[in-house]
C-alpha cells in the first residue's frame, strides 16, 4: 500500500527518531532480510529511517528518499545513512585482517591500524574483548557466548578507542 495516496496521512513535518541498518551482523547480502518502505510501499530498503508524528498513531519505518520528504530534511536523512555505510566498510576492512591464534593463551588477537585488540577465552565459555586499555566481559548483563559475536564487538569497541583518539589529537 502507498501511504503518500491515503487522505489522513500527515505528508509533512515527521521526525525522525533513528537510522538502522537491518543487514548488520550478516556477512553476506543474500543474508539479509531487506525492509520494504512503509510510506511508499516500493523501495526495498536496507537503511530503515524511523519516522514519528505527532498526529499519526505509531512510527514509520521508510527509505530515505520517503525520509527526506516526510521531514523535509533533504541533507540529513542522506548523510546519517552514508555514515552507516561509511561504518559497514570500515567493518568489512577490520573483518578481513585475520586473527592470529595463541595456542598457549587460547586468545586470539590483531593489529588493527595501530591498536591491538584481543579475544580472551573467560570461565563459562565466554569471550572477553581487550582493546587498549578497555575490557568487555558483557552486553547488558549477557555474557559474550559466541566468537562470532566478539569479533563484531570486538569492533565496535575498536571504533570507540579510535574516534576517542582522533578527538584527542584534535
Ligand atoms: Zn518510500
Known amino acids: 500500500m502507498n501511504l503518500w495516496d491515503v487522505k489522513g496521512v500527515p505528508h509533512k513535518g515527521w ?49 530515505c528518499v520517503c525520509a527526506e520528504k516526510m521531514s523535509g530534511d533533504y541533507e540529513n536523512p542522506r548523510k546519517i545513512e552514508n555514515a552507516l ?15 592470529k591464534y595463541n595456542p598457549a593463551k587460547g586468545t586470539y588477537s590483531k593489529k588493527y591500524k595501530g591498536m591491538y585488540i584481543t579475544l580472551v577465552r573467560g ?11 578497555y575490557r568487555l566481559w558483557q552486553v547488558r548483563g549477557q555474557k559474550i557466548k559466541e566468537l562470532k559475536a566478539a569479533e563484531a564487538l570486538a569492533f565496535e569497541l575498536y571504533e570507540l578507542c579510535h574516534r576517542r583518539q582522533e578527538t584527542m589529537v584534535a
Open 15 to 63: 521526525k525522525c527518531e533513528g537510522v538502522i541498518d537491518v543487514g548488520d551482523g550478516t556477512s553476506s547480502s543474500d543474508e539479509i532480510e531487506y525492509e520494504q518502505c512503509e510510506m511508499c510501499g516500493n523501495e526495498k530498503i536496507r537503511y530503515v529511517h524511523i519516522m514519528k508524528h505527532a498526529n499519526y498513531f505509531r512510527e514509520l519505518r521508510v527509505g
Open 85 to 99: 555505510k561509511n561504518k559497514l566498510l570500515r567493518k568489512k576492512n577490520y573483518l578481513r585482517k585475520p586473527w
Open 123 to 133: 570461565r563459562y565459555d565466554s569471550w572477553g574483548i581487550y582493546c587498549d586499555k
